[in-house]
């Protein structure tokens, strides 16, 4: 009847939700196997799932932090040894950086990075040191933190040195490094070369890892005329970076 229904009470939903957690509590206890092994997976997927995420986002945004990163591109060494023999190598030759500036308009810096490993001295210390030998540009191309000590134009000149922080303290401790002097052997013979800036620690997310690095005006002192010359010689990595509004496929195509 109407009045029956006008009657009755309305029903409370926090009341029945109270009573169902209190049911599901009760159920948990009493089968407290069953209930850890479904906890217990509950977490396993969450945890993998996260650290999954994390995993995928950090290879994503690799160097995706440099402003014109759209604009930055990797060269690699097409080689064709014949009979469908076709390999291509990140490690380019030294003549590339010239070849590129030369005869691509589009780009507006072109940069290589060398390691070499040699040995640093410090007064009495003594390492043996991979060195990353960086063209003066290399940093108008990709926006890695610099510390305000020092200059920022260091890769520009011959004899000056650039150092992680953590560098710094390894070879002057609290002592301020730049002005410092550091005798760095290439091809056997011993540079002075003056740590001229000092570089804050580079993002976890990006492909280079350096914590000394020279600039390639030196490379006349680390190779031979005829290797800096040759197609055949690999030992650099080559990046361009393309001017605005220029597309990567008019070089492509060239």
């Not at 209930?35 to 396993?44: Q, R």
């Not at 014109?68 to 990797?74: A, N, P, T």
């Not at 072109?110 to 490993?117: G, H, L, M």
């Not at 390492?127 to 960086?134: D, K, Q, R």
Request: net charge negative; charged share 20%; hydrophobic share 40%.
């Amino acid at each position: 009847r109407y009045s029956a229904l006008k009657r009755s009470r309305s029903i409370n939903t926090t009341t029945m939700t109270n009573n169902h957690l209190k049911i599901a509590w009760r159920l948990m206890l009493r089968h407290k196997l069953h209930t850890s092994l479904n906890v217990a997976g509950l977490v396993l997927g969450i945890s993998c799932f996260v650290l999954l995420s994390f995993f995928v986002t950090r290879e994503l945004t690799y160097d995706s932090f440099h402003k014109r990163s759209d604009d930055i591109y990797r060269v690699l060494l097409k080689e064709d040894y014949g009979e469908g023999q076709e390999f291509f190598n990140a490690v380019t030759p030294l003549i590339f950086q010239g070849f590129l500036r030369e005869n691509f308009d589009q780009l507006e810096e072109v940069v290589q990075i060398t390691t070499i490993n040699s040995q640093v001295n410090s007064g009495d210390q003594r390492f043996n040191e991979p060195i990353a030998v960086l063209s003066p540009g290399f940093f108008n191309v990709f926006d890695f933190p610099m510390d305000t000590r020092g200059e920022k134009n260091v890769l520009s000149m011959q004899d000056a040195v650039l150092l992680s922080e953590a560098y710094a303290k390894k070879y002057f401790g609290s002592k301020d490094p730049v002005g410092e002097i550091l005798t760095i052997r290439l091809n056997d013979v011993p540079r002075d070369f003056t740590v001229r800036g000092i570089m804050n620690e580079l993002p976890p997310n990006t492909g280079f890892e350096f914590d000394m690095a020279i600039s390639n005006l030196n490379n006349p002192n680390l190779f031979s005329a005829r290797a800096m010359e040759a197609w055949f010689n690999v030992n650099a990595e080559t990046y361009v970076m393309l001017k605005e509004n220029s597309f990567i496929t008019s070089i492509e195509e060239s």
